[in-house]
């Protein structure tokens, strides 16, 4: 008689078969990850048990091979910061907005940063230009009707082209430590809520990013506008979901938000309710009871405190060498969170401007 807690045994076929794929995947010369690799066969056996169609099977197919060639392109740069420039495909080399975003690339090239761009032409090409071909990786979408980028942004080796946004869209993001937006079109708003949303939700590290507009213009004041009187203003979203973003019509200004958030803070881990985010330099205790003055809204329970890592982070290796702070945060103070991150920049027992 069997009972809820008793397990199924699993079907023989099934255990055949996962023992070939290992077989397999050794014969293929494949030495690390076999778990995981066989998971992706796996789950295209599965597709094919599905009765999956062929269009489906298709858009499958070729994510798949497309988000493999974005890992060998990143690859090579895994330990180089990136930053991610968005702009318009049909802003003039002689905007003031093409310069904007030239001057930004190069100078967060020259702090050693790498500019990731949709390897398009406009803002695209502005920010490939200013990065210089060493410098700058491109991400380009297969359109029928745009044009081709020029310049150091058609540099092959460095330029991949995909045939789905998803796929764009997630490699332009998921590689990057810093964002900057520059006034476009649709695909530009897209991209600017994408990254929103990522950070409203949690689904990806707090990020720098910066809407960078030209001198005196009006484009990301009004969306702020709209996100505030109309969003926020509805209680769609909180009243601080804004904070996270700088707004600004200075290259400088852009430059300095993206090298200087990394400035003392590292990384973050969830543990359970906990949140510990790892720093390069310890607070004083000075520092600490006036985070927590500052700060004292932001905890759930209790207050934020030094601590060592973690028995998770110890078992994964992770971040063991930098100090730590650790706290119960209310779960949708994102602005707060942000706060508390320049805060810990600024402290005067943080380090110098560095790269992540």
């Known amino acids: 008689m ?5 397990q199924h045994p699993e079907d023989p076929q099934a255990v055949d078969v996962r023992e070939r794929l290992d077989d397999l995947i ?25 009765g999956t169609g062929r269009l489906d099977l298709k858009i499958t197919a070729s994510a798949i091979a497309e988000m493999r060639a974005a890992f060998r392109l990143f690859a090579p740069y ?39 761009t949709g390897a398009g032409p406009g803002i695209m090409e502005a920010a490939a230009t200013g990065a ?4 700058s990786l491109g991400i380009s979408i297969q359109l029928p009707f745009e044009e081709t980028p020029l310049g150091s942004a058609a540099d092959d080796g460095h330029r991949i082209a995909m045939k789905y946004f998803f796929t764009r869209k997630l490699m332009l993001v998921k590689e990057s430590r810093g964002f900057v937006c520059l006034p476009g079109g649709f695909g530009t708003m897209d991209e600017t809520f994408e990254l929103l949303t990522l950070q ?11 809407l960078l507009d030209r001198a005196g213009g ?18 769609l979203i909180a009243a601080d979901d804004l904070d996270r973003v700088l707004i600004t019509d200075s290259p400088d200004a852009a430059i300095a938000e993206v090298a200087g958030f990394w400035r003392n803070y590292d990384s973050l881990r969830w543990q359970g309710a906990q949140l510990v985010m790892r720093l390069r330099a310890a607070p004083s205790d000075a520092e600490l009871a006036d985070l ?22 110890v078992a994964d290796h992770d971040a063991l060498d930098l100090p730590r702070i650790v706290f ?11 706060r508390l991150i320049r805060a810990l920049n600024e402290l005067a027992s943080a380090p110098a401007a560095t790269t992540p």
């Open 200 to 210: 409203q939700t949690g689904k990806m590290e707090p990020m720098p990013i910066v």
């Open 328 to 338: 119960t945060p209310k779960r949708r103070a994102v602005g707060d969170l942000y």
């Open 2 to 6: 069997t009972t809820e807690t008793q």
């Open 132 to 135: 210089g071909p060493e410098r």
């Open 292 to 313: 927590n003055r500052r700060f004292a809204s932001l905890c759930e329970v209790g207050e934020i405190a030094r601590t060592a890592p973690l028995p998770v982070e």
């Open 218 to 235: 009006t484009y990301w004041r009004g969306l702020e506008r709209f996100v505030v009187e109309e969003l926020a203003g509805a209680d």
């Open 78 to 116: 895994k330990d180089v910061p990136k930053v991610t420039i968005f702009g318009s495909a049909r802003t003039q080399s002689q905007d003031p907005l093409w310069l904007s975003a030239e001057a930004a690339a190069r100078g967060l090239a020259d702090l050693g940063w790498m500019v990731v």
């Open 26 to 50: 050794a014969e293929a010369g494949v030495t690390g990850q076999r778990s995981l690799i066989r998971r992706i066969l796996e789950t295209g056996l599965g597709l094919g048990h599905d």
